[in-house]
């Protein structure tokens, strides 16, 4: 099983993007797909998750600017980033919950993609 990230790049303040993750290999089921953030010289923090039933939860700072949306079918996520600001700068990962052929859940990272909103 295999996260692959997608979509970074550079943007002017108040500019949208969007990211992707699609999630390869050997799927028996997803829970959670997530995003999370890591800026220069600071912790990686959550951004936001999508559950499988349906809920999808936000980091206060991005509520209302950023939406998540999964693909299950497609074993996808997006996030569509708008209204971005400089503090967005990070290299984002996404994350997702997923349950192998064994229906062993472990925890998968997808490699890094650098969002930068400057001017």
């Known amino acids: 099983v295999q996260l692959q990230a997608s979509g970074g790049g550079l943007v002017q303040p108040g500019g949208s993007l969007t990211l992707s993750c699609a999630a390869g290999?050997?799927?028996?089921?997803?829970?959670?797909m997530s995003w999370y953030r890591q800026a220069p010289e600071k912790q990686r923090e959550w951004v936001a998750t999508a559950i499988n039933n349906g809920v999808t939860t936000y980091l206060a700072s991005v509520k209302g600017r950023f939406t998540l949306s999964r693909d299950n079918a497609k074993n996808m996520s997006s996030l569509q980033m708008d209204s971005l600001k400089p503090e967005d700068t990070a290299v984002y990962y996404c994350?997702?919950?997923?349950?192998?052929?064994?229906?062993?859940?472990?925890?998968?990272w997808g490699q890094g993609t650098l969002v930068t909103v400057s001017s």
């Open positions: 290999g050997s799927i028996w089921g997803i829970n959670t």
């Open positions: 994350h997702a919950r997923i349950a192998d052929y064994s229906q062993r859940w472990r925890d998968y």
